[in-house]
């Protein structure tokens, strides 16, 4: 991400979905504004932050540009701006050697001296998580793995967070119960990338049902009355650790709860950016849609449409 040190810090997230206008939504000192684009279910898939010259043009000509224009209008007028989504790498829990691809992907795309911030609520041992992180990560980009076990405002302050797998019921408590839930949004929000795996993965998506599933799911010893996720993958839901036995649990799942399913095998990892998604991995992503089951395979892309 590439961010001016005079860019707004904060921002408003009220938000009417399916909005197709670039509207200002927030005005900094300096001048520097941020526009929100492209909402879908209460969810920003990317914004700008423009410059005051560009800021001042949009205020003495009252003009709202259409999503798909500004950034080609912005750059021919030769002002300064900055052009973020929101970027997961999600995998499915399967050997990290799988996923050298999506992990080079991660890796490459942070900037020299890069702070990431470990969360490893999911499983039983913090020390384990962090050490797993550091063997499979490590590369000239990132100057540290920090595990992060309180949540604060100085998660924002990191380059990049890795969610680690495990128990996906513990960890879903885990954020509501504190400010997790609302940082890992902003983060997300920011442009800055999120890479998660398993449960982890799962509790980005709109509701976490989908680990009680397979021979192997998870199982919810805290009875919680809550399953929804973060919700910040367009509307989606995320399985991990799928199987082809399990379509049928989840085209069942898909019309109980309305949302449109990732089915991530332990093999297949993707990479979500502004609502667009890349399969990476060894085996092939299933979309569980009302449209039918699709099989999507590795090096394909697609767009998130519900």
Not at 38 to 65: A, Q
Not at 96 to 113: I, Y
Not at 235 to 252: F, M, P, Q, V
Not at 268 to 278: P, R, T, V, Y
């Amino acid at each position: 991400m590439c961010q001016d040190e005079d860019s707004p810090g904060g921002y408003s997230s009220e938000f009417s979905d399916n909005e197709a206008f670039a509207s200002p939504r927030g005005q900094d000192d300096n001048g520097w504004v941020t526009l929100f684009l492209k909402v879908s279910n209460g969810v920003i898939n990317g914004f700008l932050l423009i410059s005051p010259e560009f800021v001042h043009l949009i205020e003495c000509h009252n003009l709202f540009f259409e999503f798909d224009k500004l950034p080609y209008w912005a750059c021919s007028a030769r002002y300064y701006c900055y052009y973020f989504f929101m970027r997961f790498y999600l995998t499915g829990g399967g050997d990290q050697e799988n996923f050298r691809s999506l992990d080079k992907r991660f890796l490459n795309g942070l900037a020299p001296g890069s702070r990431v911030a470990v969360l490893p609520h999911a499983t039983d041992d913090y020390g384990d998580a962090l050490e797993r992180v550091e063997v499979e990560f490590t590369h000239r980009n990132v100057s540290s793995f920090e595990l992060v076990i309180n949540a604060g405002e100085e998660l924002l302050d990191y380059d990049a967070i890795i969610i680690e797998g495990g128990n996906t019921f513990d960890l879903i408590d885990v954020m509501r119960r504190t400010s997790f839930f609302s940082l890992l949004k902003q983060f997300a929000e920011t442009g800055k990338p999120i890479y998660a795996d398993s449960a982890g993965a799962i509790i980005l998506g709109a509701d976490v049902e989908t680990a009680f599933l397979g021979s192997d799911g998870d199982t919810d010893g805290l009875k919680l009355q809550d399953y929804r996720g973060c919700n910040l993958l367009s509307g989606w839901t995320l399985h991990a650790h799928a199987t082809s036995d399990e379509y049928e649990d989840l085209n069942d799942l898909l019309y109980t709860k309305g949302n449109p399913i990732l089915a991530l095998p332990e093999d297949c990892g993707i990479l979500i950016e502004d609502g667009k998604f890349e399969v990476f991995g060894n085996d092939s992503l299933g979309l569980v849609t009302f449209e039918g089951i699709k099989q999507v395979d590795v090096g394909e892309s697609g767009q998130l449409d519900l």
